[in-house]
Every structure is written in C-alpha cells, then in structure tokens.
C-alpha cells in the first residue's frame, strides 16, 4: 500500500508545475522575430497615397521596363549585331592524317570505316575523313572514306590506292 502512495506523490510533483521543466506548449518565438507583412497603400497609417514611391514619374506610375538602365545606353544596343548563322545540318568528320594510318596499319592492308573503328581510330556511327598530314610507306587500299587531296597523292605515291564510294 505504501508503494502505491509514493507513485502517486512522484507523479504529483512533476505535474504540479516544476519550474525548470520546459514544455512545447511553453515555447514562444523570441520578441520581434514574426514581424508582420507592410501592406502599402491602404491609409495613410501604412504608407499610404504613394506608397513609398516618392512623386510623379515613370517610377511612380508603373514598373521601369527590363534592360532599362536609366537613359544610359543599354547593353544590347552597345553589342555588335550578330552575324551569320550556324547550319544544323554540318557533317563533323572525324580527322585521321595519313601519319596515323601508317602506325595502324604498318604492312598495308584495307582501311575501311570498321577497321579504324575496331583499331580504335575513330568512334562508330559518324564520317571520316583522311587528311595528308605525316608520311607513309606502306600500301594502303582506302575504301568508303572521305580523302583530301594531299592524302591522295601520298597513298598513291606509296604504292596504295582511294576508292571513295
């Protein structure tokens, strides 16, 4: 019977109102930390008549327009115009010079499209081209690629031969 008692007090105690005790229901934001919204231009009690737009003016009456900078000549208008244009449908070779085909394929051979890519010259699924920069000595045979003239006249001197299909 005496334990029952004691339980009751204990619990008592922390009811009846333990100061050092801080409860959710007692917490309050600190002093000036929800400040209340300024509704302008509703009587004169909260900036009203102007509503802190000063007097008269483009200011006054509406917003400024965007890009204006104050009579000051505005950036678009100092930039040149632009020219010209970029064609979306340009095909982007991929460069091999002769020089390289020289190391990939030191005893001659067929250079085709699958051969560079399985070589790991050029990536699959886009054009290339050959251009004449390096020499060679080897006798190449170039099918189903783009070739410059240089390139043309150095396989051929080499002994090889370009049939751009």
């Keep these: 019977m005496a334990s029952t008692t004691e339980a009751t007090t204990s619990t008592e105690d922390t009811k009846s109102g333990d100061a050092s005790i801080i409860q959710m229901h007692d917490l309050r934001p600190a002093a000036g930390a929800k400040k209340n919204k300024t509704r302008v231009g509703r009587g004169e009690g909260s900036k009203g008549k102007t509503s802190g737009r000063g007097t008269k ?8 327009r965007p890009g204006f900078e104050g ?4 950036l678009y208008m ?18 091999v010079n002769v020089g390289a085909l020289a190391e990939l394929f030191p005893k001659g051979g067929d250079v085709t499209v699958e051969a560079l ?3 790991g010259a050029v990536r699959p699924g886009y054009p290339v081209k050959v251009l004449g920069d390096g020499d060679i000595s080897a006798a190449l045979t170039i099918k189903g690629v783009k070739v410059s003239a240089s390139a043309k006249t150095k396989i051929e001197t080499a002994g090889g031969s370009v049939s751009e299909d």
Excluded at 71 to 74: A, H, M, V, Y
Excluded at 78 to 95: A, E, H, Y
């Design 57 to 64: 003016g483009t200011k006054a009456r509406y917003q400024v």
């Design 71 to 74: 009579g000051q000549l505005p």
């Design 78 to 95: 100092r930039l040149p115009k632009l020219r010209g244009f970029k064609n979306p449908f340009k095909k982007q070779f991929q460069v």
């Design 117 to 119: 890519v399985n070589k």
